[in-house]
């Protein structure tokens, strides 16, 4: 059974920086793009960054951009999310994702997510 955990998210004031992870089990995937989405109250679950297998290829979402940054530790099985310059509109909690790379980069998560965890940016 795939599982996949989040950690990472609390309470922080804006302008600061948090380092989300995503850890996967399970089964051994190869050759997997996994990305990171999230969903505010209120609002649908909007994608935030996706990144290739090797890791040579990023992609993230306008609105984080030069903020945030998306690596993975392929022998950990854990992907991360490095959050700077935090704004209260990033409050959301940030799901996971297992998927394919080109389908993530154009909002398309795969079959598998995480429970999410929480970010709260405050102002």
């Known amino acids: 059974q795939v599982q996949l955990v989040e950690s990472g998210g609390r309470l922080v004031q804006a302008g600061g920086s948090l380092r989300l992870s995503c850890e996967v089990s399970?089964?051994?995937?190869?050759?997997?793009?996994m990305g990171w989405f999230r969903q505010a109250p209120g609002k649908e679950r909007e994608f935030v960054a996706a990144?290739?297998?090797?890791?040579?290829?990023?992609y993230l979402a306008d609105s984080v951009r030069g903020r945030f940054t998306i690596s993975r530790d392929n022998a950990k099985n854990t992907m991360y999310l490095q959050m700077n310059s935090l704004k209260p509109e990033d409050t959301a909690v940030y799901y996971c994702?297992?998927?394919?790379?080109?389908?993530?980069?154009?909002?398309?998560?795969?079959?598998?997510w995480g429970q999410g965890t929480q970010v709260t940016v405050s102002s």
């Open positions: 994702n297992v998927g394919s790379f080109r389908a993530l980069r154009v909002g398309q998560g795969g079959d598998y």
């Open positions: 399970g089964r051994t995937f190869s050759n997997y793009g």
């Open positions: 990144i290739s297998w090797i890791g040579g290829s990023t």
